[in-house]
């Protein structure tokens, strides 16, 4: 972890096979909130999470249908940012969204299994969120959307959206989900 980051987006991959947080910046870890709006690695703006129930609908001819909870549907973050523009040096965070889009998106390393997914999340501010990719859950980066305000120089918004994948768990009887 950078010593002034906030927050981080992160994918396991062969550099660090064991799921854990890579540290300082390499091409598996896109940092955030290191300094100033606009820096070599970015600033997120807005965290947005959503938790779906899946309703089932018995239809009633003539009456009000019937709602069935089946559970939980999905979970997913959308985290809105803004990050340098892109210098195409291969080490920016745009490309560094682009490979991992390209790329597979569960993995096996080294004796490291990722089915659910193999990407990490760490918000130091809002650690609800947070979550390290393990053989059990893990997110999945299912789609990056950039906006280029033609107005604004040098910065190049995004909406990365992770997908959880994976076992809700209580452990210890703590009480709190965990993912």
Known sequence: MGSNAQSAIWRAGTVNGA????????????EFNTGAV???QGHILQTKFTVSS???VNELPGAVDKLQDTGVQGITIYVTGSIND???????????????????????????????GRFGLRLN??????LTPTADRGYIL??????????????LQFVAT???NGI????????????
């Open 38 to 40: 606009v820096n070599d």
């Open 19 to 30: 799921g854990t947080e890579p540290s300082g910046s390499g091409s598996d870890i896109i």
């Open 162 to 164: 992770l997908r959880f």
């Open 54 to 56: 899946s309703v089932a």
């Open 168 to 179: 809700i768990g209580s452990p210890n009887g703590s009480g709190q989900y965990i993912w």
């Open 125 to 130: 501010d809002f650690t609800t969120l947070n």
């Open 86 to 116: 892109p210098q195409g040096d291969g080490v920016d965070p745009a490309h560094k969204f682009k490979e991992w889009m390209l790329e597979d998106k569960t993995i096996n390393v080294t004796n490291k299994v990722f089915p659910k």
């Open 142 to 155: 299912s789609n990056v959307e950039f906006i280029r305000d033609g107005e604004t120089k040098g910065k």
